[in-house]
């Protein structure tokens, strides 16, 4: 984005890296001696990978986990010496650019692992790789089956050289639930058979929740950047991110007239109307909208800030623009206000998340390029 598209933009996106950084050392804190990595997938959970990455290895971080090679790649223009690894596996025609960029695939399956053989092969050397193990997820890793061969045919490793092994942990984010103690379980067993390679288990709900999750290495992300990764709360984990929409024109408008597509509010008062430039172009979701959605059976719509003072959202939230009931909001205090917070100290992440009938995550990976991106710190 160029200084004029900057100027010209309708949402704007905060991110402090000094609290990136301080969130990675609480968490460091509470990984018991671990290694404590980070993942920076979907270009550091949509914030960008090339400031992110950097203040992360200025803060001690010295391992990464992308999701795809295409990721890593720019990971490694960040990080010239941290250890890439890459999740989503192996296919024939990526084993180049893991050599080229010194990328570090984390092999799923015993079809993965051949194939890297055979790129080791090639290279006249025994190349570097994470096994990931399944433990319960049912989603990627090798499967139950593939382990024990691995463990009754060691011949199957020949040629690569396991540096972790790690599987993933399907609820972390509520501690008490049975299938943590079970993959933990199953995890132990498989490190057993690889006494000497380091193994990796926790998200950042793994981190918060339970000590005896973090094993030689966590892999924490959400929580890194200032999402709520424990359903119970936000633990030492301070926000990273405020998401903010220009303020285009404030508005007053008679009881009785509706606001927006579908006509969908009705104003119950003579109210002030704040329309704000981000919609769902920006990844401000739709399904947040304050009335005329499916959503609205199931929660009330998301709200904005101007000053700490919270706005309802009026109607639907469209492509470009929303509109928030600013009626409350002193005088002085509007005159000043140029932005409307979405997401930041006022709006919590996980409050605007659960008025779209999503999460954090999902929030962070889907703002839009239009968003000026602003970086405090590092
Ligand atoms: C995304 C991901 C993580 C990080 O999870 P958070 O919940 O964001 O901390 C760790 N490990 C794997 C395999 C992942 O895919």
Redo the contacts with the bound molecule.
Sequence with gaps: MTDTDALLATTRLTIDLGAIAGNWRALDALAHGAETGA?V?ANA?GLGAAKVVPALAAAGCKTF?A?LPGEAIEVRKATKTGRLFV?AGLGPATADAYLKHGLIP?LNSLGEIETWQQVATKAGRPLPCAL?FDTGMSR?GIEAGEAKRIFTEPGLLDGIDPVLI?S?LAC??MPSHRLNGEQKRRFDTIRMMFPEVAA?L??????LADAGMACDLT???????G?Q?LSSGMGPIAPAVTFEARILQIRNTKKGETVGYGATKTLERDSRIAVAGAGYADGYFRAASGSGVAMRQVCTGAKGAIGGHVLPILGRISMDLTTFDVTDVPEQVLEAAEWIELIGHTIALEDYANAAGTIG?EVLTRIGPRAERVYLGG
Excluded: E, Q, T, W
């Design positions: 993942a997938k959970y986990f999701a999740l984390v990931h990627l790690m993933h972390a984010d990796s926790a998200n950042s709900a793994g981190v892999r924490p992300g959400i929580a890194l950047y999402g990764a995550y």
